[in-house]
């Protein structure tokens, strides 16, 4: 094995090992989560934002879900996205937004190491700093909650949210795996409950199957009406748009992704 691989792999085994519960959540039944939870080794400078600055912004069964007291900064609304990848939206969006307070959550650690690169500029080469803060110019804004969103509803009081956004959710296409969507029964009855009255929940998806369901899905939660009068209005981006990995990914490969906006009635 190359010397620079044996480097990386020794330290994602030291992270490993200094982070055990790499959430606080270990001691609650986890439900079964099927996509992967960490790909290829991360290298030391993502590492180390991974222990020295996602502590600082990360959610834990500890944290006050209080709109005066999450965020570093007083904030006017709350929006939730599920599933942030690599987190181009969440930081794009916290950066247009400063009066709105964003929780991200991820469970692939991977992408969050990336969203702590895109919100601190460090990257890989980078001098690393004894301590990394939310030093000036960084938004604070952000809040991470690096696990299965489906722990983290449970924290969230009624009516606490003013949008949510599933982005480009894994699609799971096959029939006999379409328990494993993310747009499902059980988290739509969540979302509902955690969105407030006029509340969005943004869906996008590039694959016609899961449009279909989407709707279905929706339509038969019975909680939300879909907000788009025009196709203009689920086939364009929309206004406050910010582009993400899987859209790119999409577009490079001639699927046309949907917008679908719907209010909490
Ligand atoms: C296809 S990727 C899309 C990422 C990003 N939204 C984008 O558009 O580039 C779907 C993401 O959802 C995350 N995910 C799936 N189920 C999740 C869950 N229950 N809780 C948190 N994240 C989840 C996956 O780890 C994956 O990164």
New binding site residues.
Partial sequence: MPQETIQNKQIHIEFEEKNPSFTPYNGYNKPK?Y??RKGRIIRKAKTTLLESFLPSIKITDKSELNKDKLFGTPVEKIALE?????G??LAGQAKNHPEIGFIG????QN?VANLLTLLTGIKEGTHLPEKINLEEGRVDNIRVFDD???LLFQQIPDAFLDKVYI????PWPKKRHANRR?VNPDNLKEIARILKKGGILRIATDHKIYKGWALRQVKENGNFVWTAKCGNDWKKEPEDWVQ????LKALREGRRPVFLDFEKI
Avoid: S
Avoid at 82 to 86: A, E, T
Avoid at 167 to 170: I, K, N, R, T
């Fill in positions: 989560f996509g992967r599920i599933g942030f990848g690599d181009q939206h959550a991820e469970v692939f992408g299965d969103i489906r982005l480009f959710p894994d993310l993400t990995k899987y859209e």
